[in-house]
């Protein structure tokens, strides 16, 4: 097979590559099978051989549109402590959350309102490897929208400190104007909440 560059490849590329073969698609399970090349999804591959990919770009390529979200962006930032494995995205007009558990790790697409996808978006790279990502604002506004039963101020701080376990510190960091802007675009109590506490946090300091 030729290589490929990047190392992502869709169907029709892969088909192509193996025209030489009697039956193309028996020699791609053969592929599949040694590890040659790995399934991310149906259409999507990745040379098994390459080590010049990020899980983060494959993220965008999986499944979308979508750009990595929730957790998993708050933990990049240093938000919250723990490590997350599973990369987080959002996505939009889906109604259910699609997860793909892939070889090389699993990812998490999970829809929010159209209203607000386009916005708080950054395109970072890792390497020679682009990808997009919420900025912190957005994941942080992602995040809380997925989150019920918040009706009371004591609730959210619960879900805040407690259950997200987020830094006070980095908080006192978020750009309120972007915030702001985002809040009523998700419609959620929670996230008026969220910016009640912000606006008081503001007062005091």
Do not use: W
């Not at 983060?56 to 997350?84: C, D, M, Q, W």
């Not at 996505?91 to 309102?113: A, C, E, H």
């Not at 750009?175 to 506490?197: A, C, E, G």
Request: glycine residues 4%.
């Amino acid at each position: 097979m030729k290589k490929a560059h990047p190392p992502y490849f869709d169907y029709i590329y892969l088909m192509d590559s193996l025209h030489k073969y009697a039956s193309r698609k028996s020699k791609l399970t053969t592929m599949i099978k040694s590890g040659e090349v790995i399934k991310l999804r149906r259409g999507l591959f990745l040379d098994g051989s390459s080590t010049d990919y990020s899980i983060k770009t494959l993220a965008n390529k999986i499944y979308g549109p979508s750009y990595i979200s929730f957790e998993y962006a708050l933990s990049y930032y240093n938000l919250i402590p723990e490590r997350v494995e599973t990369v987080t995205c959002a996505s939009y007009g889906k109604n259910k959350s699609r997860r793909f558990d892939t070889q090389v790790g699993s990812f998490l697409y999970k829809s929010i309102p159209q209203a607000v996808y386009p916005y708080g978006i950054t395109r970072q790279e890792e390497g020679n490897n682009p990808f997009l990502i919420a900025t912190k604002e957005k994941a942080l506004c992602d995040t809380l929208s997925k989150i019920r039963g918040v009706n009371s101020m004591k609730a959210l701080m619960a879900g805040l400190f407690e259950n997200l376990r987020l830094d006070r510190e980095e908080i006192s960091t978020l750009n309120m104007k972007d915030i702001s802007f985002l809040v009523p675009l998700y419609r959620k109590k929670v996230l008026t909440l969220f910016m009640q506490y912000l606006n008081k946090e503001a007062a005091r300091a």
